[in-house]
């Protein structure tokens, strides 16, 4: 009868992640190919003008209430964007630009992050990671207050 093999530890811990340069661009992958993604849809939308009727579908929300739900005016909104014409997005739909602005920090820190080679960490204190209860109820807050105000008529402020 043989004596059990030693459990040998795993030389490279499982959260380390490539060094060096070619690791750099490694890490960079997945945030690159988000920006494709967002480059390919403004691009797409900055062609395709949303002001045009036929081009994009109605939203269901104004065709079944007649009421601007928060995203209404949001293609406009990055149409207007994608041309540098920030006064125009902002009166289309200013919460989306304030969405697209806080996108855009966020791929910048995930892009430090991984040029740093530190990754997200799955669970933060023993909690899962992600957005609390309070940050959640203060974005359906704010998407709310949004809402009410801009289907009030106040000669056209927020109005897409």
Request: charged fraction near 10%; aromatic fraction near 10%.
């Given at each position: 009868?043989?004596?059990?093999?030693?459990?040998?530890?795993?030389?490279?811990?499982?959260?380390?992640?490539?060094?060096?340069?070619?690791?750099?661009?490694?890490?960079?992958?997945?945030?690159?190919?988000?920006?494709?993604?967002?480059?390919?849809?403004?691009?797409?939308?900055?062609?395709?003008?949303?002001?045009?009727?036929?081009?994009?579908?109605?939203?269901?929300?104004?065709r079944l209430t007649g009421?601007?739900?928060?995203?209404?005016g949001g293609l406009r909104?990055?149409?207007?964007?994608?041309?540098?014409d920030l006064p125009a997005?902002?009166?289309?739909?200013?919460?989306?630009?304030?969405?697209?602005?806080?996108?855009?920090?966020?791929?910048?820190?995930?892009?430090?992050?991984?040029?740093?080679?530190?990754?997200?960490?799955?669970?933060?204190?023993?909690?899962?990671?992600?957005?609390?209860?309070?940050?959640?109820?203060?974005?359906?807050?704010?998407?709310?207050?949004?809402?009410?105000?801009?289907?009030?008529?106040?000669?056209?402020?927020?109005?897409?």
């Open positions: 009868m043989s004596a059990p093999s030693p459990i040998v530890p795993d030389p490279v811990p499982p959260t380390a992640t490539p060094s060096g340069a070619g690791g750099a661009v490694r890490r960079l992958l997945r945030p690159l190919g988000v920006l494709a993604g967002a480059v390919a849809a403004f691009g797409y939308v900055a062609a395709v003008d949303p002001h045009q009727p036929g081009h994009y579908p109605v939203c269901p929300v104004l009421l601007y739900c928060p995203a209404c909104g990055a149409h207007a964007l994608a041309h540098g997005a902002l009166r289309d739909n200013a919460l989306a630009v304030l969405a697209y602005a806080l996108l855009a920090v966020c791929w910048l820190v995930w892009c430090a992050r991984a040029v740093a080679g530190r990754r997200f960490p799955a669970t933060a204190r023993g909690r899962p990671y992600g957005p609390r209860g309070w940050q959640i109820g203060a974005f359906l807050g704010l998407a709310m207050i949004f809402t009410i105000v801009r289907n009030f008529p106040f000669e056209g402020l927020l109005t897409p």
